[in-house]
């Protein structure tokens, strides 16, 4: 688990000038092209041992060779980060890469630059020792996932007309940490399935837009699926939790048939949350220096569960709209992915790595609220799995996507160690 400390300086020093490098989604393919240059500087083995090829503009996909009839693995990542906002409110510049109080501060230190960081630097490592990969690792780095944007797809597209079917993916999603009010103490939580996404608009024009609107907005409310506790929850994540439970949803839960309910109420806070919300109106638009009156418009995300249809849902939307002179525009519309199993060689080896590097910690598969791009992979792979191997209190958690972000130097040291194992799995 341990490695020497030049290569844990040169992972911390690695992280802080990708931080200095911003990646912000949606600026354009110039950074993310300097961003390569970046990382064939910092990592030359992998690189001039690999095949690397940049995707529409910004992504990047790396082959490392090894034998055909070997299991083939592939370890996504994404290089864009969210934009900073207000930098006055940081209190360090959010790309500097300031390396402070044993923490490495930026926008996308935790998200997700450091698990690329940690990825690439183990494989440096190994690659510098000599090591030779046993089946064939792809390294596919994403550019737009923060805009949910294409470009994973189209390297799964890529690797689907090359014959590519990997044993096994490994993405961002999960984490050791206590997310949950049923568990009394830290887990290993392990994204095995992603609900589904619908984004919707709902615009209207006139003299009584807003009237007209305001009423739709009431009958769209009402649409609320029941609560459920869906497959991978129910059969997977909470008996994994039944350890680390509280006396009281513990009992609930081994007579769960008459106390769901109680269960559902505890989980308010679990990936059983609304189904609808809305989350903006807009009235005005920017156009140049001045505001100009806009179509009313409200803005709603949706989440669908596993079992459940994201079509049948947006139909119900439409009934509800029938007959008005409203208008629907969809922006997302994503069905609930595919369940990967935990069991097999691949969760094996993803397993016994979280135990090595987290000792008596449970492992936990869960479902995920949704958005990465280990989505796109369930395409051409069968076991996608979503996890960070770093340890995120719900402080570290609350930085992300927020001002002050960071992670620590334990984080990225273990985390480099983690993927060395992974890598030679």
């Known amino acids: 688990m341990n490695y020497p400390d030049p290569m844990q300086e040169a992972a911390v020093r690695a992280l802080s000038l990708a931080i200095m490098q911003p990646t912000v989604s949606g600026d354009g393919a110039e950074s993310f092209q300097r961003m390569h240059t970046l990382l064939r500087g910092l990592f030359p083995h992998v690189f001039s041992y690999g095949a690397c090829e940049s995707v529409d503009g910004g992504a990047l996909l790396i082959h490392l060779p090894g034998q055909r009839n070997a299991r083939s693995m592939v370890f996504c990542a994404h290089l864009d980060v969210v934009s900073a906002g207000d930098p006055e409110k940081w209190t360090y510049p959010p790309f500097a890469g300031r390396v402070a109080d ?31 990969p046993a089946g064939e690792i792809w390294f596919a780095f994403s550019c737009d996932e923060e805009t949910r944007g294409g470009s994973m797809a189209s390297m799964v597209r890529l690797l689907e007309s090359r014959g590519v079917r990997p044993a096994f993916v490994l993405d961002e999603g999960g984490n050791v940490s206590h997310p949950y009010s049923l568990a009394r103490a830290d887990a290993a939580y392990v994204g095995v399935c992603e609900k589904g996404r619908l984004l919707f608009s709902l615009s209207c024009e006139g003299a009584n837009a807003m009237e007209t609107l305001a009423r739709a907005a009431v009958r769209v409310a009402r649409i609320r699926p029941a609560y459920r506790l869906c497959a991978p929850v129910l059969e997977m994540m909470l008996p994994a939790m039944r350890p680390m439970m509280r006396p009281a949803p513990r009992f609930f839960l081994r007579h769960e048939r008459f106390f769901r309910r109680s269960l559902l109420l505890r989980m308010r806070r679990t990936p059983m949350g609304r189904a609808i919300t809305q989350t903006q109106l807009s009235l005005w638009k920017q156009q140049g220096d001045a505001l100009m009156r806009d179509i009313p418009t ?20 439409r009934r509800s709209i029938a007959r008005t002179p409203i208008a629907l525009s969809v922006s997302v519309l994503e069905e609930p992915g595919a369940v990967s199993p935990a069991e097999g060689l691949s969760w094996d080896a993803l397993a016994t790595a979280i135990q090595v590097h987290f000792p008596d910690t449970p492992i936990v598969p869960c479902l995920l609220a949704g958005g990465t791009d280990a989505r796109r992979m369930e395409r051409i792979c069968d076991h996608v799995y979503r996890f960070s191997p770093f340890i995120l209190s719900p402080e570290e958690l609350a930085r992300t996507h927020n001002y002050d972000e960071r992670l620590s130097i334990e984080n990225l040291r273990r985390g480099v160690s983690f993927f060395r194992q992974m890598l030679q799995a």
């Open 298 to 317: 409200l803005h709603y995300s949706a989440s669908v569960l596993p079992g459940d249809s994201t079509e049948k849902l947006l139909q119900r939307v």
């Open 102 to 132: 044993g923490y490495i501060h930026g926008r996308g230190a935790a998200d997700m630059k450091g698990h690329l960081i940690a990825l690439l630097s183990a494989a440096e490592g190994l690659l510098r020792e000599g090591w030779q």
